[in-house]
């Protein structure tokens, strides 16, 4: 037997999402906008399934849904942006002798930036 789910489109998640924001005013982590996010989406459809991840990479590329990023220290520049996993470029600039410097990263996608060596710790979301 299968188990049955469905996944929800992404302008519902925002939708939802908006929703947990504007009776909150803003949500301090991932962890407790998941848990907000499906519990008002299973009040539309029991079915609906959602992850981390996926819910973090649809707020990141909304619009309507803005996100701040509390960092920490890394040991490695990350590869892949930690909100909508695309490609990072490179960030440069010129010190006081004229030499280009490399300053952090920048996302293609998304625009999420960080500076040398930096994570994100918490996600804080608001309007």
């Known amino acids: 037997m299968r188990a049955k789910y469905r996944l929800p489109r992404s302008d519902i998640v925002v939708r939802a999402a908006r929703d947990v924001i504007k009776k909150r005013g803003e949500v301090n982590s991932l962890a407790q906008m998941h848990t907000l996010v499906l519990e008002r989406l299973k009040r539309e459809n029991p079915e609906y399934r959602l992850s981390?991840?996926?819910?973090?990479?649809?707020?990141?590329?909304?619009?309507?849904?803005?996100?701040?990023?509390?960092?920490?220290?890394?040991?490695?520049?990350?590869?892949l942006c930690p909100l909508c996993g695309s490609e990072m470029e490179d960030l440069y600039g010129v010190d006081l002798f004229g030499k280009k410097v490399k300053l952090g990263k920048r996302c293609v996608n998304c625009g999420y930036r960080v500076e040398r060596r930096l994570e994100p710790k918490r996600y804080v979301f608001y309007i």
């Open 52 to 79: 981390r991840a996926r819910l973090l990479k649809i707020l990141a590329l909304s619009p309507k849904v803005r996100i701040k990023v509390e960092k920490r220290k890394a040991k490695r520049n990350p590869a």
